[in-house]
Antibody, heavy 122, light 109 residues
Framework: EVRLVQSGAEVTKPGESLKISCQASGYVFANYWIGWVRQRPEKGLEWMGIIYPGDSDKRFGPSFEGQVTFSVDKSVNTAYLQWDSLKASDTAIYYC?????????????????WGQGTLVTV | QTVVTQEPSFSVSPGGTVTLTCALESRSVSGAHYPSWYQHKPGRAPRILIHNTSDRSSGVPDRFSASLVGDKAALTITGAQADDEGHYYCSLYLSEGIFVFGPGTEVTV
């Protein structure tokens, strides 16, 4: 069973740094992109970007490049989302999600497994 | 900046049919955007319903269907049930690994 388990809720202050995690199990971690999605209070889902654990290749949504850092540790099948200096506007639930890959036809344009979300309050 | 639009909300009677749409502000949605649809309920993780424009994902009831209609992607719920209440988001693939979500539609049954 594919599972993504995220780290627990965080309460921080403006200007502080933070790193949250997303641990994968049930599949070969290195072979699937991991995406990050933000949901601010009472707002919709926003696509932040993705990272490929195999080689740490990354893509960012236009509002997020330079604002957050994506990383992975393949030895523990875990992806990370990091901030160097948080702002009140970073208060949100953050989801990690696995980008699908259909090994029959190569289709890959959706996210088929999601973490439970991490609430970050700044 | 790519702007995606969805209806803010819909109300449907139990057993009724509702069609949600997903549009791009500046051009048509096409199969090359590989539209997908997610259901999101409060306190839960989003759930994939439809991928590649019209393919139902594993375990999704057949009352959910999707297609391209004109210049938009569309999700139809036929025979709505109380359990279908929630927010529905479309996602479009832009290029070079970049995706975008629509603002979501709140469905009340």
């Amino acid at each position: 069973e594919v599972r993504l388990v995220q780290s627990g809720a965080e309460v921080t202050k403006p200007g502080e740094s933070l790193k949250i995690s997303c641990q994968a199990s049930g599949y070969v971690f290195a072979n699937y992109w991991i995406g990050w999605v933000r949901q601010r209070p009472e707002k919709g889902l926003e696509w932040m970007g993705i990272i490929y654990p195999g080689d740490s290749d990354k893509r960012f949504g236009p509002s997020f490049e330079g604002q957050v850092t994506f990383s992975v540790d393949k030895s523990v099948n875990t992806a990370y989302l990091q901030w160097d200096s948080l702002k009140a506007s970073d208060t949100a639930i953050y989801y990690c999600a696995r980008r699908a890959y259909n090994w029959n036809d190569g289709q890959t344009h959706w996210f088929d497994a999601w973490g439970q979300g991490t609430l970050v309050t700044v | 900046q790519t702007v995606v639009t969805q209806e803010p909300s819909f109300s449907v009677s139990p057993g009724g049919t509702v069609t949600l749409t997903c549009a791009l502000e500046s051009r048509s949605v096409s199969g090359a955007h590989y539209p997908s649809w997610y259901q999101h309920k409060p306190g839960r993780a989003p759930r994939i319903l439809i991928h590649n424009t019209s393919d139902r994902s594993s375990g999704v009831p057949d009352r959910f269907s999707a297609s391209l209609v004109g210049d938009k992607a569309a999700l139809t719920i036929t025979g709505a049930q109380a359990d279908d209440e929630g927010h529905y988001y479309c996602s479009l693939y832009l290029s070079e690994g970049i995706f975008v979500f629509g603002p979501g539609t709140e469905v009340t049954v």
